[in-house]
């Protein structure tokens, strides 16, 4: 009786660093197919995956959380934080789709660099969602600083991809294709500035 009126607390933290896990790795496969398009169709396909898997775990966040009363944060930042995760690994997936898609032959070295930008982004985005159950609020403030650090890099070389890929490429076709994975690769790290802002909320209700 008592374990059915106090159910087994659900741990959202837990849930946090898988899907962290897995938008991190959604960003390996993009920077190994943004280096070698030869295996591009391997790993969107890899990226795909870890697509269904990141519906699958946001999908379980909030079924979760509509049947849990007490929950470790507030409801709205569970809801925002898992969603936004779910966004980036969205946006990963969008920009290789498009390049398999588009049948994008000859990798950008631009393209590659905000591959791995975006990757690097993950992996402190992991440490810092690994601190939310300690409550070490210190250490999540030093890494959100890092991911809007990051977010600011990637707003550079998207810039200076855009300036080089209208210089430098004399078909307008491929100008588009790579114009639109670069919006895709642009706007997930935007994303990852969004779990930052988030986790920074966090700190600042709790801290």
């Given at each position: 009786m008592i374990k059915k009126i ?103 070295p631009e393209a590659a660099e ?62 588009i294709k790579w114009k639109e ?27």
């Amino acid at each position: 009786m008592i374990k059915k009126i106090f159910p087994k607390e659900i741990n959202f933290f837990e849930m946090f660093e898988k899907a962290a896990l897995n938008v991190n790795r959604g960003a390996i496969s993009l920077v190994e197919m943004m280096d070698n398009f030869g295996v591009a169709e391997v790993k969107a396909k890899e990226i795909y995956e870890a697509e269904q898997e990141g519906d699958m775990l946001t999908h379980e966040v909030l079924r979760r959380l509509n049947k849990t009363f007490i929950t470790p944060l507030d409801r709205e930042d569970i809801h925002s934080l898992i969603s936004r995760l779910d966004d980036v690994l969205d946006l990963i997936w969008a920009s290789a789709d498009r390049a398999v898609l588009f049948k994008l032959n000859n990798p950008l070295p631009e393209a590659a660099e905000l591959a791995k930008t975006l990757h690097e982004t993950t992996e402190i985005i992991i440490k810092a969602i690994s601190c939310l159950k300690d409550k070490k609020y210190s250490y999540i403030q030093e890494y959100c600083i890092e991911i809007n650090r990051l977010e600011n890099r990637c707003d550079r070389i998207f810039r200076e991809a855009l300036v080089k890929l209208f210089d430098n490429i004399k078909d307008p076709i491929i100008v588009i294709k790579w114009k639109e994975v670069y919006e895709h690769l642009e706007d997930a790290s935007d994303k990852c500035e969004d779990v930052a802002n988030i986790l920074e909320g966090i700190v600042l209700k709790h801290a």
